[in-house]
């Protein structure tokens, strides 16, 4: 597994990161240890979760009772700041209250001393900029947290995370975790510079949007059952003729070059600059086998820009 350095910090994490956010959801403690195990087997190093996974803290809690040992062998990544207490419940955000709180129940539910990356879910209309960064720079310093990043924020929120933290001496954010694929390219003209241009290591979520870029479902078929997108029209905004267009392209583009959709997918996410790991989840250890292997087909310059120009936005 090849490693990386996490924007310009000092923070190496594998290159393709697990996603944990199936843990105490789509999959219980048995299934959780399997694909962990599989993980460590096959050299994964980040490890990313939240705490509102698995239904409000349970992918922390089965992640707590499964690493033992193994916890200081990875960069083991949370997020806070989604509701903890229903849709529209007060549990959340970015207060002091609020993160010193948080912080505190994840260490908890994960059965560890500290978190390595620190990341905050979501934006807080509510709570100033600097409140949210004193209050992590005070975990840094406490050794609760070793790093901090930031997910879902907007490219002008993050150039002011930036500055704050630069004029008033504290620690900044060193990545963002944000939506990026080749069927939503929206980072690029917002998060992608931003990151770039701070040296801020870019951790892509949703790499393969949501299974579109697996291949598994065809245009006209029926979504197969147990599948992300079956039975909900949560995901339904991938499911667009646009997008069947371009994943078909892609798919041929691959298997014309020996290579899956998969691999295609993974490979050039990792050939952008600003990227140090794409978070995969998985439900079942042979996925983990398959999400590392997808990494390794190193494009040329010539075939990223004819992946891109398949691929480039309507």
């Keep these: 597994m090849k490693q990386r350095n996490l924007g310009t910090s000092g923070l190496l994490v594998s290159t393709i990161g697990l996603g944990c956010n199936n843990f105490g959801g789509r999959l219980d403690l048995e299934g959780t240890r399997a694909v962990i195990h599989a993980a460590f087997d096959h050299g994964i190093t980040l490890f990313d979760t939240a705490d509102m996974y698995g ?28 509701p903890m207490d229903g849709e529209n419940g007060r549990l959340k955000g970015g207060s002091r209250r609020y993160i010193m709180s948080a912080v505190e129940a994840s260490l908890k539910r994960l059965k560890t001393d500290w978190i390595d990356l620190y990341q905050y879910h979501k934006p807080d209309p509510l709570t100033p900029t600097e409140e949210t960064l004193r209050a992590l720079d005070d975990l840094v310093k406490q050794g609760k947290v070793r790093y901090i990043g930031c997910s879902n924020l907007p490219g002008w929120q993050v150039v002011e995370a930036q500055w704050t933290s630069k004029h008033l001496g504290l620690n900044s954010f060193v990545s963002c975790q944000d939506e990026y694929s080749l069927l939503v390219r929206k980072a690029e003209q917002d998060v992608v510079p931003v990151a770039a241009r701070y040296g801020m290591g870019l951790l892509p979520y949703f790499p393969l949007a949501s ?43 691959a298997k014309a070059r020996g290579h899956t959709l998969v691999e295609l997918a993974f490979s050039w996410l990792l050939s952008k600059a600003p990227v140090s790991s794409v978070i995969a989840g998985a439900t079942k250890p042979e996925q983990i086998a398959q999400n590392v292997k997808a990494g390794d087909w190193a494009l040329t310059a010539a075939e990223i820009a004819e992946i891109e120009a398949i691929a480039a936005p309507a």
């Design 211 to 253: 299974g579109m870029l697996t291949g598994k479902y065809r245009r006209g078929e029926p979504t197969p059952a147990g599948t992300r997108m079956a039975g909900t029209d949560r995901y339904a905004r991938y499911q667009t003729e646009g997008s069947f267009d371009v994943v078909e392209k892609l798919d041929a583009y």
């Design 55 to 82: 239904n409000q803290g349970g992918s922390e809690t089965l992640m707590g009772q499964v690493l033992g040992d193994r916890r200081k062998d990875i960069v083991l990544a949370t997020k806070f700041g989604l």
